[in-house]
């Protein structure tokens, strides 16, 4: 069974840093694609990183790239989204998910991914 476990979220000042944690089981990193997500209220989900593990490929929206780093444990089939120099804007509910599809790309659109996690809540403020 395919899960998705996020943390590691919270309330943290503005041009501070969090670490994301997103736990997976039911299947190994190298065999899927990892995107994280995030959704502000009354906004549409956007889709911020990606990262397929085997083929070392990753990829960021370009308002986050610089400030966000997405990463892999495969020892301990784990994804980081690494957040630093945060802003009131990445205030959101984050979520990571599972793309059964893997390459030497990897895609940011939440229609692409088969599998979610419930979850963990970023706010960012003074």
């Known amino acids: 069974q395919v899960q998705l476990v996020e943390s590691g979220g919270g309330l943290v000042q503005p041009g501070g840093s969090l670490r994301l944690s997103c736990a997976v089981s039911?299947?190994?990193?190298?065999?899927?694609?990892i995107g994280w997500f995030r959704q502000a209220p009354g906004k549409e989900r956007e889709g911020l990183s990606c990262?397929?593990?085997?083929?070392?490929?990753?990829d960021y929206i370009d308002s986050v790239k610089g400030r966000f780093t997405i990463s892999t444990d495969n020892a301990k089939n784990t994804v980081y989204l690494q957040m630093n120099s945060v802003k009131p804007e990445d205030t959101a509910l984050y979520y990571c998910?599972?793309?059964?599809?893997?390459?030497?790309?990897?895609?940011?659109?939440?229609?692409?991914?088969?599998?979610w996690g419930q979850g963990t809540q970023v706010t960012v403020s003074s």
């Open positions: 998910a599972a793309e059964r599809r893997i390459g030497s790309f990897c895609s940011t659109h939440g229609y692409d991914y088969n599998y």
């Open positions: 039911g299947f190994t990193l190298d065999s899927y694609t």
């Open positions: 990262i397929s593990s085997k083929f070392r490929a990753t």
